[in-house]
């Protein structure tokens, strides 16, 4: 901050030093005017004027030094008073434009609230002629034609579904329930759901359940996993998903392993990524890129930390990490 000061009134300095310099040279050509004396008054002045520049500093330089200190969040409470006009003028604009920027993010805000809004209560209302459509599927007799409405109304189901969450994940923090869950059943009504899709695909599950009971939130936790299953059927033929869990180190692990054409490893650090399809078959239209990457947004409040891993052409296995019990503490307070 010295050198900006300095830079800011060098060329007042630039004056001062040019009218001493005047003056010294003045007194040395013109015999009649005594050259020591001007020198004493010119030293005298010199050592003034530093004293000056360095009172002038701490005055001027404070509000600029909060200014430089100031985190651009909009709270102009951390910005000292100005005391010069300048400094006023600085304030007015910056308070102004300040100002201006909360009225938009209040206004944006309230426009994405209402967005989210009508988005939820447009998928609710989806949801009433998407069951009476259901309905209508049970009561077909041509079993290869309801098998491929079937599976046409599950695609639909499961693209609201993710919207639908994924709506609600930025407050996941207001809708959680910690609880005792007993995995048995919660994977096997996802697996129910999704019984149409495996049928028509030729597949099954194999479960491997030793720890029945983990600490969650139910709701969460079956969106999870309902990811890591529709992704372990859309990338997979023919061939059984194996889902188990046990113990290892306090800590709960769930497995989801499909034999399916796995991933390229260039790839595997991006499957999380917003929008990321593979781009071994980036030509599939039926990718989204956004289940995995809901899928570790909504672990993350649960601290439930999500591995990969995966051979090309041989099949993934995803596992679900829990957390220990006293890890929770901190999310049953809420």
Same mark, same amino acid.
């Given at each position: 901050?010295?050198?900006?000061? !300095? ?116 998928? $609710? ?81 194999? !479960? ?73 078959? $980036? ?36 596992? !679900? ?8 503490? $901190?999310?049953?307070?809420?």
């Amino acid at each position: 901050m010295i050198k900006k000061f !300095l830079i800011e009134r060098r060329s007042w300095i630039i004056l001062f030093l040019f009218l001493h310099f005047f003056f010294i040279l003045v007194a040395y050509f013109d015999t009649t005017i005594p050259l020591m004396p001007i020198v004493y008054i010119v030293f005298l002045s010199t050592i003034i004027f530093i004293l000056f520049l360095m009172i002038r500093y701490n005055n001027e330089t404070k509000f600029y030094k909060s200014i430089e200190a100031w985190e651009n969040n909009l709270d102009l409470t951390s910005i000292s008073n100005p005391d010069s006009p300048f400094e006023k003028i600085i304030e007015n604009a910056v308070t102004n434009q300040t100002e201006l920027l909360k009225q938009i993010a209040s206004q944006n805000l309230i426009s994405l609230e209402q967005e989210k809004d009508q988005l939820l209560s447009w998928i $609710h209302e989806v949801k009433t002629p998407l069951t009476a459509i259901r309905l209508m599927i049970d009561r077909i007799d041509n079993k290869t034609m309801k098998s491929q409405l079937t599976y046409e109304w599950l695609r639909i189901h499961l693209l609201l579904d993710q919207q639908l969450h994924q709506k609600r994940i930025p407050f996941i923090e207001n809708d959680l329930y910690i609880e005792v869950i007993d995995l048995t059943v919660l994977i096997t009504k996802e697996i129910k759901d999704l019984q149409s899709w495996c049928i028509q695909k030729g597949m099954g599950f194999d !479960l491997q359940i030793e720890v029945k009971e983990v600490l969650s939130d139910a709701k969460w936790l079956a969106f999870i996993i309902r990811q890591l299953l529709t992704n372990a059927i859309k990338y997979s033929d023919a061939s059984d998903i194996i889902i188990k869990s046990y113990q290892q180190d306090e800590q709960t692990i769930l497995e989801v392993k499909d034999f399916g054409r796995g991933i390229d490893p260039k790839d595997v650090s991006r499957i999380f990524d917003k929008g990321f399809t593979s781009t071994a078959k $980036h030509q599939d239209n039926a990718a989204t890129g956004m289940g995995l990457y809901l899928a570790k947004k909504s672990a993350k409040p649960l601290l439930i930390h999500i591995e990969v891993h995966s051979t090309l052409g041989t099949g993934t296995t995803f596992t !679900l990490i829990f957390p220990k019990r006293n890890q929770f503490l $901190h999310i049953t307070s809420m």
